[in-house]
Nanobody
Framework: QVQLVESGGGLVQPGESLRLSCAAS????????MGWYRQAPGKQRELVAT???????NYADSVKGRFTISRDNTKNTLYLQMNNLRPEDTAVYYC?????????????WGQGTQVTVSS
């Protein structure tokens, strides 16, 4: 019933930019804390960026200054603007809601969108 659909990934060269989108349905989007996660093959899932229902944002050190998370509650959509991409950013990117006090994600995982940064 709850659906999270990621889009916007692709193949880019180092230094280029991408904007990811996450369309949410089946939830009252505006009340949920939301985050972007990424997972490369053979690696643990990493929390990249978060935004609470109140608009507070946080970022992993690896992406600070390069990525910006935002949300449009009127469109039930979460965004991740990724600038100055690096090869180490290569991963499948997922969005999800999480319990804001514990950072535990809901079991609402979608299919993700592939980001590949390569020359």
């Amino acid at each position: 019933q709850v659906q999270l659909v990621e889009s916007g990934g692709g193949l880019v060269q180092p230094g280029e930019s991408l904007r990811l989108s996450c369309a949410a349905s089946g939830i009252i989007f505006s009340v949920y804390a939301m985050g972007w996660y990424r997972q490369a093959p053979g690696k643990q899932r990493e929390l990249v960026a978060t935004v609470t229902s109140g608009g507070n944002r946080n970022y992993a050190d690896s992406v600070k200054g390069r990525f910006t998370i935002s949300r449009d509650n009127t469109k039930n959509t979460l965004y991740l603007q990724m600038n100055n991409l690096r090869p180490e950013d290569t991963a499948v990117y997922y969005c999800n809601a999480y319990y804001s006090m514990t950072y535990r994600p809901y079991d609402y995982w979608g299919q993700g969108t592939q980001v590949t940064v390569s020359s």
